[in-house]
């Protein structure tokens, strides 16, 4: 345990092999286990928490009641970490979108408190996690946990949040595109709401309802977000020669 104090990455690394190979030949490790636990609590530098929870991690010390009181902890790095030890042995959705294999619904206080932090926790590293987090929830539970991602406009410009919130969100098109839509309503981040524009206007013919809703919910918002509904549908019908009018298409101009 020692070691994990120690200024060499390296060696660090090396007593987490150790463990982790100790705990998959079956050695008892509680010992290991309290000293871990101790090191976490007392020490103040989140690198040594950190390295502290990957090595309970590697020796299957962490448990639920643990992680979740982590959920509050004071620093962004040991939530984040918390988050994904709750949720990285969730289903996972595919490159394509697609879930294979059976969905897991994880329990609804654990929702309801993620959704919390993704409207009030002020970290952005934060709210990265519980996005990439989208993409293992049952499809249906996932507009809740986005409608508080998307609250955020000062996500707008980052490199990485909207691209990851659309990417957990492309399902939600096909299961209840109306959910969809009511997204793209208070939606603070105007990428993802050319995104849902453009994804909602590819069925402008077959499924009108949604993009109907869309366009009707954004009429009196501000410029900046009327402009990407616009812009989304020019990326949907690129390339079409004919589509039908949308019905709230007067009421949005």
């Not at 962490?62 to 042995?89: K, Q």
């Not at 609250?151 to 949040?161: F, G, Q, T």
Request: aromatic share 6%; proline share 6%.
């Amino acid at each position: 345990i020692a070691l994990h104090n120690h200024p060499n990455e390296w060696f660090v690394r090396q007593a987490r092999r150790v463990l982790a190979e100790r705990s998959a030949r079956g050695q008892p490790l509680e010992e290991s286990r309290k000293a871990l636990e101790a090191l976490f609590v007392r020490e103040t530098d989140p690198a040594l928490k950190l390295r502290a929870l990957w090595s309970l991690s590697a020796i299957g010390g962490l448990d639920d009641p643990f992680l979740r009181r982590l959920l509050d902890h004071e620093h962004e790095s040991v939530r984040a970490w918390a988050i994904r030890f709750l949720t990285d042995l969730l289903p996972l959705d595919t490159v394509f979108s697609r879930r294979i294999g059976a969905d897991v619904d994880p329990p609804a206080d654990l929702r309801a408190k993620f959704t919390a932090m993704a409207r009030f926790d002020t970290s952005g590293l934060v709210r990265l996690v519980l996005a990439s987090t989208l993409q293992r929830l049952p499809v249906n539970r996932r507009v809740e946990l986005a409608r508080s991602l998307l609250s955020h406009a000062e996500d707008a410009l980052d490199h990485n949040l909207p691209a990851l919130i659309w990417t957990g969100l492309i399902p939600v098109a096909d299961a209840d595109a109306g959910a969809l839509a009511t997204l793209a309503a208070d939606c603070r981040l105007p990428g993802v709401v050319r995104l849902i524009a453009r994804r909602l206007g590819e069925d402008i013919d077959t499924r009108p309802a949604p993009l109907d809703a869309l366009l009707a919910a954004n009429a009196d918002r501000p410029e900046e977000y009327r402009s990407q509904v616009v812009a989304g549908l020019v990326d949907a019908l690129a390339g079409w020669r004919k589509a039908k009018k949308p019905e709230n298409w007067d009421v949005f101009q």
